[in-house]
Nanobody, 126 residues
Framework: QVQLVESGGGSVQAGGSLRLSCAFF????????MGWFRQAPGKEREGVAA????????YYADSVKGRFTISRDNAKNTVYLQMNSLKPEDTAMYYC???????????????????WGQGTQVTVSS
């Protein structure tokens, strides 16, 4: 059984930082590609960052480049999203996702990921 558990969300002021964690359990071959996505009320789910866990190669949405960093600790079966210089427009529910690197995964397309966590809320106030 594949399970993803996010943590680390919260409320911060603009300019602040948060680090999200995603612990994953189950069949590890399902986790070669992992990503962070977010969804704000009334908006579609969008990709934020993704990582190829064997190599550590990261991919980012333009809106977060230079501010967010995705990383992984394979020994701990955990993927992180370090978020710096947060803006009010970063406010959303953040989801961790995983899959076996289906075509297009690095373009941060949600439908390339079949396993999802429950999400953790990030709220940035101005």
């Amino acid at each position: 059984q594949v399970q993803l558990v996010e943590s680390g969300g919260g409320s911060v002021q603009a300019g602040g930082s948060l680090r999200l964690s995603c612990a994953f359990f189950g069949y590890t071959y399902s986790y070669d590609c992992m990503g962070w996505f977010r969804q704000a009320p009334g908006k579609e789910r969008e990709g934020v960052a993704a990582i190829h866990t064997p190599s550590g190669d990261p991919y980012y949405a333009d809106s977060v480049k230079g501010r967010f960093t995705i990383s992984r600790d394979n020994a701990k079966n955990t993927v992180y999203l370090q978020m710096n210089s947060l803006k009010p427009e970063d406010t959303a529910m953040y989801y961790c996702a995983a899959d076996g690197c289906r075509s297009g995964w690095s373009k941060l397309l949600p439908d390339r990921f079949g396993y999802w966590g429950q999400g953790t809320q990030v709220t940035v106030s101005s």
